[in-house]
């Protein structure tokens, strides 16, 4: 029987690679317990966070950031992409769902269910909400 699959948001790999982050050893404990039961995805657009935020906020070198999310998404991660109706289901969500400050989210939310995945594990609390279809468990949650 295959695995159901879970996709992490981008926070959750920030605090992965982060061994100084409040949240590392949580984020470890998620991944050993998801790894049983689940095959872990990762979006296209995390990709791209992880990068954004490791030269901003971490002031890594292009060079060191591009590698270590590189060495990060070589593992046992499914990588998925926005599909032709991704930007229809995007629309639909922001019609009741959008926030000044979700935009990225939902996004991401619509790539998710594009791709049949139904299962989030994120940091961000507001971020998400509202999305009917797509079952969004906290870190704290998911332990």
């Not at 695995?3 to 949240?23: Q, V």
């Not at 590392?24 to 998801?34: D, G, I, L, N, Y």
């Not at 270590?68 to 998404?73: G, K, N, V």
């Not at 939902?106 to 971020?127: E, H, V, Y």
Request: hydrophobic share 45%.
């Amino acid at each position: 029987m295959p695995k159901r699959r879970l996709a992490l948001d981008t926070n959750i790999w920030i605090y992965f690679l982060d061994r100084k982050s409040p949240f590392h050893e949580k984020t470890k404990q998620v991944f050993a317990k998801a790894e049983k039961n689940w095959e872990i995805v990762v979006a296209q657009q995390n990709i791209l966070e992880l990068i954004e935020v490791l030269l901003i906020s971490y002031r890594l070198p292009v060079k060191k950031a591009v590698n270590e999310a590189q060495l990060l998404f070589n593992q046992q991660v499914g990588i998925i992409q926005p599909l032709p109706q991704t930007i229809k289901t995007y629309f639909t969500l922001a019609r009741t769902c959008l926030k000044k400050n979700n935009n990225f989210d939902l996004f991401l939310a619509a790539t998710l269910l594009d791709n049949s995945i139904a299962n989030l594990i994120t940091n961000d609390r507001t971020g998400f909400k509202g999305i009917k279809d797509l079952q969004v468990w906290l870190l704290q949650e998911f332990i």
